[in-house]
């Protein structure tokens, strides 16, 4: 066998390059073989590497020779998945964390400092805001929530110590939607950072860093994993900030597992094609439950009577899954809906080939008072629902149940 050959068959290493297209990279990029050829990713479960000699362990100890050391500072699997996304995201490098919580946390630890202030959407996930207000706080980092889709709020909330502005687009579960480029130039124009939370939409749909954001931030737990296995984050951004992250990652030890690693680039694999078809259907059935007798108001990206159908059209190449809804009347009419479905999982987590379907004003965002509630807009009639990839005709026949027990 030619050298070229055996390289060809063994250890293939797919370049990145701006030419492949999305789809090509979710499947390839990030892949490096090792000398038995393997064709799908290996998984390295193990803890620490051995070294041909003590040199050797000096020289890697000590930063003179690059390899691997010990799977909290690097790990083959976990580099690969770190690789994938990154491309994706179009960032020059990532950093994967034990989940989307430790992701942001990282972040905040590695990047800003005691008196340093953010900027943050107050649509964003409610731990997300319980990070902010009641344990980035107690390092000396204050937070300000706005409104998401007033640029006039973003900007007057700055003060001289805004270091960093967060959000996520949409938002959870009201679909309300910020311009990413025009807070990218608020958050620029003050020398911050625009970290942007893409659960919802991942970059087969959306990539913020190619509208100005400085950073991403994923649950790959969600859409990224697909099939509701494991929990992860990661962190996608330029060379200087990651570097700042991984070395805390690397010392204050929320790194991935390489099992959990594995199954998010597997993941990655389908991703686009997953991403399309959640958001065709959920298309199909926002329009659907619009048209529905007991359905006061849909809330979804892709309907052209969203108020921000425009911004979505600019800066998303489809809607996605998640849409929300709410019923005519209040808690114990959600709640008759939610309990007369037979085949959608009653359950928090999202970006599932199974569909799901929460009430969130009694759960994701329980423990708001109910004036805060009331002023996000979380009423007691409205139902989250994640549109998972069963027949959209069994979906709408699940739902109907719902809608008949509603006028029951
Ligand atoms: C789930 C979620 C998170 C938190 O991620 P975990 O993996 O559960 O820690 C953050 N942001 C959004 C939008 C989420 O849906």
Same mark, same amino acid.
């Given at each position: 066998?030619?050298?070229?050959?055996?390289?060809?068959?063994?250890?293939?290493?797919?370049?990145?390059?701006?030419?492949?297209?999305?789809?090509?990279?979710? /499947?390839? #990029?990030?892949?490096? =073989?090792? %000398?038995?050829? !393997?064709?799908?990713?290996?998984?390295? &479960? @193990?803890? *620490?590497?051995?070294?041909?000699?003590?040199?050797?362990?000096?020289?890697?100890?000590?930063?003179?020779?690059?390899?691997?050391?010990?799977?909290?500072?690097?790990?083959?699997? /976990?580099? #690969?998945?770190?690789? =994938?996304? %990154?491309?994706? !995201?179009?960032?020059?490098?990532?950093? &994967? @964390?034990? *989940?989307?919580?430790?992701?942001?946390?990282?972040?905040?630890?590695?990047?800003?400092?005691?008196?340093?202030?953010?900027?943050?959407?107050?649509?964003?996930?409610?731990?997300? /805001?319980?990070?902010?207000?009641?344990?980035?706080?107690?390092?000396?980092?204050?937070?300000?929530?706005?409104?998401?889709?007033?640029?006039?709020?973003?900007?007057?909330?700055?003060?001289?110590?805004?270091?960093?502005?967060?959000?996520?687009?949409?938002?959870?579960?009201?679909?309300?939607?910020?311009?990413?480029?025009?807070?990218?130039?608020?958050?620029?124009?003050?020398?911050?950072?625009?970290?942007?939370?893409?659960?919802?939409?991942?970059?087969?749909?959306?990539?913020?860093?190619?509208?100005?954001?400085?950073?991403?931030?994923?649950?790959?737990?969600?859409?990224?994993?697909?099939?509701?296995?494991?929990?992860?984050?990661?962190?996608?951004?330029?060379?200087?900030?990651?570097?700042?992250?991984?070395?805390?990652?690397?010392?204050?030890?929320?790194?991935?597992?390489?099992?959990?690693?594995?199954?998010?680039?597997?993941?990655?694999?389908?991703?686009?094609?997953?991403?399309?078809?959640?958001?065709?259907?959920?298309?199909?059935?926002?329009?659907?439950?619009?048209?529905?007798?007991?359905?006061?108001?849909?809330?979804?990206?892709?309907?052209?009577?969203?108020?921000?159908?425009?911004?979505?059209?600019?800066?998303?190449?489809?809607?996605?899954?998640?849409?929300?809804?709410?019923?005519?009347?209040?808690?114990?009419?959600?709640?008759?809906?939610?309990?007369?479905?037979?085949?959608?999982?009653?359950?928090?987590?999202?970006?599932?080939?199974?569909?799901?379907?929460?009430?969130?004003?009694?759960?994701?965002?329980?423990?708001?008072?109910?004036?805060?509630?009331?002023?996000?807009?979380?009423?007691?009639?409205?139902?989250?629902?994640?549109?998972?990839?069963?027949?959209?005709?069994?979906?709408?026949?699940?739902?109907?149940?719902?809608?008949?027990?509603?006028?029951?």
């Amino acid at each position: 066998m030619s050298q070229s050959s055996y390289e060809r068959a063994h250890r293939i290493q797919f370049e990145t390059s701006d030419a492949y297209d999305i789809d090509t990279l979710s /499947v390839r #990029a990030g892949q490096s =073989r090792t %000398a038995e050829g !393997e064709h799908s990713d290996a998984i390295f &479960a @193990t803890s *620490s590497f051995v070294f041909s000699s003590a040199r050797e362990a000096a020289a890697r100890f000590g930063g003179d020779e690059e390899g691997n050391i010990y799977s909290r500072f690097t790990n083959p699997t /976990v580099q #690969a998945f770190e690789e =994938r996304i %990154a491309a994706l !995201e179009g960032g020059e490098r990532a950093v &994967a @964390t034990a *989940s989307g919580m430790a992701a942001i946390l990282n972040l905040g630890l590695a990047l800003l400092k005691q008196g340093d202030h953010v900027v943050c959407s107050r649509s964003v996930f409610g731990s997300t /805001v319980s990070l902010f207000t009641k344990y980035l706080s107690r390092a000396g980092i204050q937070t300000t929530f706005v409104d998401p889709t007033d640029l006039a709020a973003w900007e007057a909330a700055v003060t001289p110590s805004t270091r960093l502005f967060f959000m996520e687009t949409p938002s959870n579960p009201l679909a309300e939607l910020t311009d990413i480029s025009a807070v990218a130039d608020i958050a620029h124009a003050h020398d911050a950072w625009l970290a942007v939370d893409n659960c919802f939409l991942t970059p087969a749909l959306q990539r913020p860093l190619l509208m100005g954001a400085d950073i991403v931030m994923h649950s790959a737990t969600k859409y990224l994993d697909g099939q509701g296995r494991c929990i992860g984050g990661v962190l996608v951004g330029r060379d200087k900030e990651m570097e700042e992250v991984f070395g805390l990652i690397r010392t204050g030890g929320s790194c991935m597992s390489p099992f959990n690693a594995w199954v998010f680039l597997k993941g990655l694999e389908t991703l686009p094609l997953r991403m399309r078809a959640h958001s065709e259907s959920a298309l199909q059935i926002a329009t659907w439950l619009q048209q529905q007798p007991g359905i006061r108001k849909v809330y979804y990206s892709g309907l052209t009577d969203h108020p921000q159908h425009a911004l979505a059209c600019k800066q998303q190449s489809a809607f996605g899954g998640v849409l929300a809804f709410e019923v005519d009347g209040e808690r114990e009419e959600a709640w008759r809906f939610i309990d007369a479905t037979q085949m959608v999982s009653i359950t928090g987590n999202l970006g599932d080939v199974k569909s799901t379907i929460t009430h969130p004003a009694t759960t994701t965002h329980g423990r708001m008072s109910a004036e805060e509630r009331d002023a996000a807009g979380i009423r007691e009639g409205l139902i989250r629902f994640s549109v998972g990839l069963e027949s959209v005709d069994d979906i709408k026949a699940d739902l109907q149940r719902g809608l008949d027990a509603l006028s029951a």
